[in-house]
């Protein structure tokens, strides 16, 4: 049996949580996995839920040959890994990196109730690198009711059947799982400066607005708003506004008979021909000839 398997019998699970949900695939349908197109980019090895885990701790001083990925839905828990340690409460998740050492355990007086998964593969590490690459090990889901519907899903597909198309759906399932809680890492906060703004932004995309009214509107300063838009969309407050309004041009130009220059006055442009220029630099072509191609 290895370390893994190991992990899912060892002394902490002998006798299990109450309504837990624990599914562990047979190393050899694993590999067998790793070497099938479709699933060779990620295999979900290990995935559950455990309820008011009193008394749940695992720890491997070698790490694991999987990424762990671990969502807390109820109560709370401690993380310690790569000599940091982490508490995890509700609606926040981590994760812990193959091969790093680790350990984890619930709190004795509010023990957490957790989601799971451990992930093997050549995509493994970078489909799950936003997650680790944030400054905060530990990230807070927004997306909560569809990351546990998938969860469910993949649980559910794992304590069936495993044949090769069962393990093509689970892999299909869990990269939608962790490019949605990815999301959730590089989104802005819900009520940050940086999420009003856009937010902002995107109910005016008929208009002009200078950096300073805009940071003036959301608390903070200009050179700050900036920086902020930068980090998170690798471009200041100007060129997200432009992004969006060539976003609505692109659904004019597709789904109206609008003119050209109706369709620039409707984004806030005055002179069609500057709206022109900034439409083929960012697309490559005019807009006549963008509403010309083939689309669908």
């Not at 059947?161 to 959730?184: C, Y």
């Amino acid at each position: 049996m290895d370390e893994t398997a190991m992990d899912a019998a060892s002394s902490s699970r002998m006798h299990g949580f109450e309504d837990q949900r624990l599914c562990v695939v047979p190393r050899p349908h694993v590999e067998a996995a790793l070497q099938r197109p479709g699933t060779r980019r990620l295999v979900v090895t290990d995935a559950g839920c455990f309820p008011s885990a009193r008394g749940h701790r695992r720890s491997r001083p070698q790490g694991s040959p999987e990424t762990i990925v671990m969502l807390c839905v109820a109560g709370s828990g401690t993380v310690d890994v790569a000599d940091e340690t982490h508490v995890l409460t509700r609606w926040t998740w981590t994760t812990i990196p193959a091969t790093t050492p680790h350990e984890y355990y619930a709190s004795e007086d509010d023990p957490w109730t957790i989601w799971w998964l451990h992930v093997r593969g050549t995509a493994a590490s970078e489909v799950t690198r936003p997650m680790v690459g944030v400054p905060q090990r530990v990230s807070r889901l927004r997306s909560v009711d569809r990351v546990l519907a998938l969860f469910d899903e993949l649980v559910a597909l794992l304590e069936g059947r495993l044949s090769p198309a069962h393990l093509l759906a689970a892999s299909g399932v869990a990269w939608n799982l962790l490019a949605r809680m990815s999301a959730d890492t590089m989104l802005p906060a819900d009520g940050s400066a940086l999420e009003r703004a856009i937010r902002y932004l995107e109910a005016r995309t008929d208009g002009r607005i200078r950096v300073a009214e805009l940071a003036a509107i959301v608390g903070v300063s200009p050179s700050h708003l900036t920086a902020l838009f930068r980090e998170s969309t690798g471009g200041g407050p100007a060129a997200f506004h432009a992004s969006l309004k060539m976003a609505r041009a692109r659904t004019l130009l597709d789904t109206s008979s609008s003119s050209i220059s109706e369709v620039a006055r409707t984004v806030g442009y005055d002179d069609p021909l500057y709206f022109s220029r900034q439409f083929r630099r960012l697309h490559g072509v005019s807009p006549s000839e963008y509403r010309a191609q083939g689309k669908g």
